[in-house]
């Protein structure tokens, strides 16, 4: 029985705008006060969510780690640990989780565990061998998708498949918009009419940016009245927009850049397509979902643990630009689909909410701090 609120603290590298860190954001001021002191300490330096957590009353502190080995900077952390009289510590990426599990070990802090957001962390037999030798100060793991938690046993080679748990990750939806549609239709490029086929992503070849425009193409080829947007920005924009140009897409698709309004965008849409080559999970998913637009996406990674095929959205093989334009094609000739689908999607939202990730966390801190008090 706990009879005091638990001292958890997150370690992760930095808070810079990102889904890890709006996560942290959204879930940890919900946290009940009366079972937990939440914050958070940062290994590199903080920035900008910081100040928005700490708004929130969450303390988010600094203590610098140089190298994830580096054994002053273990030791100084390991210290600072024991100085705020931490129950559990939960680490996030792959250098909080080598550093971040070194230094509660040697703090001798009962509940270690570390989350796993990605599935391209494991790149060299280096961090695999970190990652193996760490694992036996961790208590438990927290994945982000089914398939994450897979291909982590996969590449480890950890036999811990009963120590990790599934998490999905949360979408902070953006309210829905009540902006001016009209407005963005008359944006330079931009057509006045007609239906519109969006993404939203980073623009690198890991989101498959180009495999949308290639089936921009094809869709464009037999339906005049399409309109295809991108929203979003990196360092593949340049080649892109030679190879929409080149495909002669400059009448039907329009660059968006990165948006502060992106609400705006996704009620303009008719369709949301997700076209990556990898996901962890795919968040951008949920808010296309939020904001009852159909979705197509490519099955990839943990993907299809948030669209079933034909119910809440359409899935079609990844690096196919023609599935993907023969399915933008089926559902903008189907609205009938469209609508059975959102409606679907509003339900299969409520696995996702905010509410469900903070209390399904209360419960496993609990569990394990249960279990590391009975294990002494």
């Not at 939960?90 to 909080?96: G, I, R």
């Not at 030798?133 to 996969?154: E, H």
């Not at 095929?309 to 690096?319: K, R």
Request: charged share 25%; with cysteine.
């Amino acid at each position: 029985m706990i009879n005091r609120p638990l001292n958890v603290i997150r370690i992760i590298s930095f808070l810079p705008i990102g889904g890890v860190e709006n996560t942290l954001l959204a879930t940890l001021p919900l946290f009940d006060k009366n079972r937990f002191n939440i914050s958070v300490c940062c290994t590199y330096r903080k920035g900008p969510i910081a100040d928005r957590l700490e708004e929130k009353g969450i303390p988010v502190h600094c203590c610098r780690v140089a190298s994830r080995l580096h054994p002053i900077h273990l030791w100084r952390l390991s210290r600072w640990l024991k100085e705020n009289k931490a129950d559990i510590v939960h680490t996030h990426m792959y250098s909080s989780n080598i550093s971040g599990v070194i230094a509660a070990r040697l703090a001798h802090i009962p509940v270690i565990i570390n989350h796993i957001h990605s599935t391209h962390e494991w790149k060299s037999w280096n961090r695999i061998l970190m990652e193996r030798l760490v694992d036996r100060f961790r208590i438990g793991t927290i994945a982000v998708s089914q398939y994450v938690k897979n291909l982590y046993l996969q590449k480890t080679g950890l036999a811990c498949e009963n120590k990790i748990r599934v998490l999905h990750n949360i979408a902070r939806f953006s309210p829905k918009s009540i902006g001016d549609k009209a407005r963005l239709r008359r944006e330079p490029g931009f057509p006045p009419e007609g239906p519109v086929v969006g993404t939203v992503a980073r623009l690198v070849p890991i989101k498959g940016v180009d495999i949308f425009i290639r089936a921009a193409a094809e869709v464009c080829g037999r339906r005049k009245d399409v309109s295809f947007v991108i929203v979003g920005e990196g360092k593949e924009r340049r080649g892109l927009e030679t190879m929409a140009e080149g495909l002669g897409l400059k009448r039907c698709l329009f660059f968006a850049g990165e948006r502060q309004n992106i609400a705006d965008f996704y009620d303009l849409f008719d369709i949301f397509v997700l076209s990556s080559r990898a996901e962890g999970f795919g968040i951008v998913i949920l808010e296309a979902m939020h904001h009852d637009i159909p979705v197509i996406a490519a099955a990839v990674g943990g993907v299809p643990e948030i669209v079933v095929n034909g119910v809440t959205g359409i899935l079609v093989p990844p690096e196919s630009p023609q599935s993907l334009a023969e399915a933008i094609i089926s559902l903008l000739d189907n609205s009938e689909q469209g609508r059975r689908l959102v409606e679907e999607a509003r339900k299969r939202l409520e696995l996702f909410t905010v509410e469900r990730y903070v209390e399904t966390l209360e419960s496993y801190y609990e569990e394990l701090w249960e279990r590391a008090m009975r294990q002494g």
